[in-house]
C-alpha cells in the first residue's frame, strides 16, 4: 500500500512554461485534495475533488488546472507558470466519513519558476 | 487574520528537554482539532485528532490538550529526541463545511532538537 505519491518531486520551470503534476492514491479514496505551501503560511488549498470526474476551486485556485478521469488519480496542471507558483504542492486524500475524514499527505513536490 | 495562529513560530531545544507548542483558534465549535507532524522534505502525517469535546489525547511522548474556553490547545513534547525535529501543524476539522472548507491550518511551529 503505497498511499499516497506525488510526481515529480522537483521541477525547476521558466515562466511561461507549462507543466502537469501527478497524484496517484490506492486507497479507494474519494476526496483528493492539491495545496500549496509556502514558508511562514499554512497550507493553502487551490483545488479539491469528492468523486471521479469532479473538481471544485479552493482558497488560492487562479492560474492552475486539475482534472480527475479516475479516481486514483487527481492531475493539476500549470498552463504557463508564472514566478509567484514556486511553492511546495502537496497532494492528500481522505476517505470521507467512513474513515472519520482522515486526511492523507503525499511526500510534496518542490517548484521553482525562474 | 488567520483563524489558527501557532506560536512559537520557531524553537530550539536540547534533546531530552520537553517543551509546549501551542495553537489559539478564532472559530468554534468544531468536529475534531488535529495535529500534524511534517518532517523536512515530507508532507504532514496525523499525530493525535481530539473532538471538541475531549480535552487531552496522548500518542506516545505526544500529549494535546484543548480548552475550548480560551479556545487554546497546546501539544507537549516529553524527553524529545532529535528525530522530534520538525513541523508541527494545528488544524481545526469541520465536518459539516463542504469538502474544501473541512480544514483549516495554522501555519506551524518548527521545532529543532539539538545533541
Known amino acids: 500500500n503505497a498511499g499516497v505519491t506525488q510526481t515529480p518531486k522537483f521541477r525547476v520551470l521558466k515562466t511561461g512554461q507549462s507543466m502537469t503534476l501527478l497524484c496517484a492514491q490506492d486507497?479507494?479514496?474519494?476526496?483528493m485534495y492539491w495545496y500549496r505551501q509556502d514558508p511562514g503560511m499554512g497550507l493553502r488549498l487551490i483545488h479539491y475533488?469528492?468523486?471521479?470526474?469532479?473538481?471544485a476551486k479552493g482558497e488560492v485556485p487562479d492560474g492552475y488546472n486539475v482534472s480527475r478521469l479516475k479516481k486514483q488519480n487527481f492531475l493539476l496542471g500549470l498552463e504557463s507558470a508564472a514566478p509567484s507558483q514556486t511553492s511546495v504542492y502537496f497532494c492528500a486524500s481522505n476517505p470521507g466519513a467512513e474513515g472519520g475524514y482522515e486526511q492523507y499527505f503525499g511526500p510534496g513536490t518542490r517548484l521553482t519558476v525562474t | 487574520k488567520n483563524q489558527v495562529e501557532q506560536s512559537p513560530q520557531s524553537l530550539i531545544i536540547l534533546e531530552g528537554k520537553n517543551c509546549t507548542l501551542q495553537c489559539n483558534y478564532t472559530v468554534s465549535p468544531f468536529s475534531n482539532l488535529r495535529w500534524y507532524k511534517q518532517d523536512t522534505g515530507r508532507g504532514p502525517v496525523s499525530l493525535t485528532i481530539m473532538t471538541f469535546s475531549e480535552n487531552t489525547k496522548s500518542n506516545g511522548r505526544y500529549t494535546a490538550t484543548l480548552d475550548a474556553d480560551t479556545k487554546q490547545s497546546s501539544l507537549h513534547i516529553t524527553a524529545s529526541q532529535l528525530s522530534d525535529s520538525a513541523s508541527y501543524i494545528c488544524?481545526?476539522?469541520?465536518?459539516?463545511?463542504?469538502?474544501?472548507?473541512?480544514?483549516?491550518f495554522g501555519g506551524g511551529t518548527r521545532l529543532m532538537v539539538k545533541p
Open positions: 486507497m479507494n479514496h474519494e476526496y
Open positions: 475533488s469528492v468523486g471521479e470526474g469532479t473538481t
Open positions: 488544524v481545526l476539522f469541520f465536518m459539516n463545511n463542504n469538502a474544501g472548507n473541512m480544514l483549516t
